[in-house]
């Protein structure tokens, strides 16, 4: 496709040509203060990429390349899921003070090293006869049992 050259103006005499315009879609998103307040906000949710492509109004390609090109972006996702971790351990933590036993069981497991332990105490005898000796006395008795036939004893 050919490029439109840019208008020519005149003035008098003089024949010039119009300053260049960038070509082009404006872009959909700016890393601006509100954009960026945004993106904050969606880490401390744990958004994922197709939330945040979502909640801006823009297609998820758009989104990872606005935050491929802006470091600033990224930042504050990183920002933002940092101040979302906190917040839920101090959610956590006042819920264990607030009598909560599980969250006080599940905040032991995770800092104390303590673990549900269920112990079976179980008893089995288990009785365990020699082969060799049972060997032994099936080969007498055969023995037995072919000299009593008439045999020389032999195996057969």
């Not at 020519?8 to 003089?14: I, P, S």
């Not at 949710?45 to 939330?51: D, S, Y």
Request: proline share 5%; glycine share 10%; hydrophobic share 40%.
């Amino acid at each position: 496709m050919a490029r439109k050259k840019p208008a020519e103006t005149t003035k008098g005499d003089a024949v010039s040509l119009a300053p260049n315009k960038k070509g082009g879609r404006p872009p959909a998103l700016m890393p601006d203060a509100a954009t960026l307040k945004i993106i904050t906000g969606l880490g401390k949710i744990q958004a994922t990429t197709k939330e945040c492509a979502a909640v801006l109004s823009v297609t998820e390609p758009t989104y990872l390349k606005f935050k491929a090109d802006h470091p600033e972006v990224a930042d504050a996702y990183r920002d933002g899921v940092g101040q979302g971790l906190a917040s839920l351990r101090r959610r956590q933590f006042k819920a264990a003070e607030d009598g909560n036993a599980t969250m006080l069981v599940w905040l032991g497991k995770q800092y104390l090293g303590q673990v549900d332990k269920q112990e079976i105490a179980q008893t089995v005898d288990v009785t365990v006869t020699d082969a060799r000796t049972k060997l032994e006395h099936l080969i007498t008795r055969r023995l037995a049992a072919g000299s009593a036939a008439g045999g020389a004893g032999k195996p057969h």
